[in-house]
């Protein structure tokens, strides 16, 4: 973390729906991170891209879970951001303008360059 109280905070995620209470903890981490002042950005691969669609994030991952829509919700209008692997992404034939608003298509590369001096990592 920086001096000031912020930092930096990566939430890898590899899972989607296949497995709802695994994203659902990283969206709760992640959000919390957000509305902590920290930079977040969560990564997402394999089937998690599709979490970068609209009206995908459905459902509740467990009685008595909070709704992952709510989730989702709660974690954009913190400042979370959505980083897509184009690899995985463009696998499922998936439409690219379809992206939710704090998404983008990004891999290796960009996620390296936005990281820069460091950051906290969770990985789901």
């Given at each position: 973390m920086n001096g000031d109280g912020t930092g930096k905070v990566v939430v890898n995620l590899a899972t989607?729906?296949?497995?709802?209470?695994?994203?659902?903890v990283a969206f709760l981490v992640a959000g919390a991170a957000a509305e902590a002042g920290q930079q977040v950005t969560m990564f997402l691969t394999k089937e998690a891209v599709r979490l970068a669609l609209p009206g995908y994030a459905e459902g509740m991952a467990c009685d008595g879970c909070p709704p992952?829509?709510?989730?989702?919700?709660?974690?954009?209008e913190a400042g979370g951001?959505?980083?897509?692997?184009?690899i995985c992404f463009?696998?499922?034939?998936?439409?690219?303008?379809?992206?939710?608003?704090?998404?983008?298509i990004g891999g290796a590369t960009p996620l390296w360059q936005w990281i820069g001096d460091g950051a906290t990592v969770f990985s789901y």
């Open positions: 989607g729906l296949e497995d709802a209470e695994r994203v659902m992952l829509p709510r989730l989702a919700t709660q974690f954009a951001r959505l980083l897509v692997c184009p463009n696998a499922r034939k998936l439409a690219e303008d379809a992206l939710v608003e704090h998404a983008e």
